[in-house]
């Protein structure tokens, strides 16, 4: 591998990683993400813990699906 490979793997990553973050900030705004049943939230009197299971397994299956379709519609 050389250092062009190298360069262009790490701007790849950081591209990803930017991606992430603005899907991350913008699934914050929506006010049933991190509220739906099944969503764990421990609330203490110095602290507070979300653990979003439901919302993850949603945002999964909808990625899933729509990754599908992209790569059937690719692949034709």
Known sequence: MSVND??????????????????VWLLGRFPF?????GDIRVQ???FGCLI?????????LI?????NVVVRMLNR
């Open 6 to 23: 190298l360069g262009k793997w790490l701007v790849l990553i950081g591209l990803g990683i930017a991606v992430l973050g603005g899907l």
């Open 33 to 37: 993400f991190g509220n739906l049943p």
């Open 44 to 46: 203490g009197e110095n």
């Open 52 to 60: 979003p299971l439901a919302s993850m397994l949603l945002l999964s």
């Open 63 to 67: 990625l899933t699906v729509i990754l």
